[in-house]
Nanobody, 123 residues
Framework: VQLQASGGGLGQAGGSLRLNCVAS????????LAWFRQAPGRDREFVAR???????WYRDSVNGRFTISRDYAQNMVSLQMNYLKPEDTARYYC??????????????????WGQGTQVTVSS
């Protein structure tokens, strides 16, 4: 699976940003899609995941602020980030994995990764 991410940039605390990631190389409905992020000096961490049945998962710190969604017409997964906080600053990566994953929050469950896009939130 090839993943091409876009969006992100500089946002303000309390504001919004949107990330998009186009997937190709495998039927869109056959893969799970997720977003991870990595801040400087920290491990990469799970942010959100959407299965093809639109079941979703979120890390606790973004639940209620971020929304992951899939666009089947454009083979795209998006992450709408609202009420941004400075601690959301990180490089964000989209990832593709198996729908049968049991530990959806582990990066080991994902076989394909996008190039990452930077999100910086100012206070």
């Amino acid at each position: 699976v090839q993943l091409q991410a876009s969006g992100g940039g500089l946002g303000q605390a309390g504001g919004s940003l949107r990330l998009n990631c186009v997937a190709s190389g495998r039927p869109f409905s056959s893969i799970a899609l997720a977003w991870f992020r990595q801040a400087p000096g920290r491990d990469r961490e799970f942010v959100a995941r959407a299965n093809s049945g639109d079941k979703t998962w979120y890390r606790d710190s973004v639940n209620g602020r971020f929304t992951i969604s899939r666009d089947y017409a454009q083979n795209m997964v998006s992450l709408q980030m609202n009420y941004l906080k400075p601690e959301d600053t990180a490089r964000y990566y989209c990832a593709a994995g198996s729908l049968a994953s049991t530990n959806v929050r582990s990066e080991l469950q994902y076989h394909s990764w996008g190039q990452g896009t930077q999100v910086t939130v100012s206070s």
